[in-house]
């Protein structure tokens, strides 16, 4: 399976982009893993309706041939480690090719990205900085990776 993780904006803080380098690489042992970042819209010049819509555009642009697209969300299913381990591993089954996670920016992501989406999940409930959002994902795909093979990360 091919999994990508979508961000509006690079990572600005350099600890951000190791974390997530890191992650990328172990997830790289069970499947094809990649990392995008899309250009975020300033935002002193734009209403965040604005922004939202121009950065939707960069992020269809590059999801349009994926299997699943599934954008993190506050509002989306709420899973634990063993329930997004189970959910990977039907998308597996499924066969599924591709998987898109997408990250969105400082206001969100606009309806026409979640409207593209298959699926909606929350990896909290609490608001997350993007940054720190796509380490958590990261990880998170990476235990479930390791719950899959019975390995002994997650315990």
Same mark, same amino acid.
Request: proline content about 1%; aromatic content about 6%.
């Given at each position: !399976?091919? *999994? @990508? ?20 690489? &172990? ?5 094809? !893993?990649? =990392? ?5 819209? @300033? ?8 922004? !939202?819509?121009?950065?939707? @555009?960069? *992020?269809?642009?590059?999801? &349009? ?11 989306? @299913? ?47 409930? #609490?608001?997350?900085?993007?940054? #720190? ?13 390791? =719950? ?8």
């Amino acid at each position: !399976m091919q *999994i @990508k993780l979508l961000t509006v904006g690079k990572f600005s803080e350099t600890c951000y982009g190791q974390l997530a380098e890191i992650y990328r690489r &172990r997830i790289s042992r069970y499947h094809s !893993m990649e =990392i995008v970042a899309v250009r975020a819209e @300033k935002l002193s010049s734009l209403s965040p309706q604005e922004a !939202m819509l121009r950065e939707a @555009k960069r *992020i269809l642009d590059r999801v &349009r041939d994926a299997d699943c697209c599934v954008i993190l969300d506050i509002e989306g @299913k709420t899973l634990d480690s063993l329930g997004l381990a189970e959910w990977l591993d039907r998308r597996i089954a499924r066969g599924t090719q591709k998987l898109t996670f997408i990250i969105g920016g400082p206001f969100g992501l606009h309806s026409s990205v979640r409207e593209a989406a298959q699926e909606r999940l929350s990896l909290s409930s #609490l608001t997350l900085a993007h940054e #720190l959002a796509a380490v958590v994902c990261l990880e998170q795909i990476y235990r479930a990776c390791t =719950i899959l093979r019975g390995e002994n990360y997650h315990k």
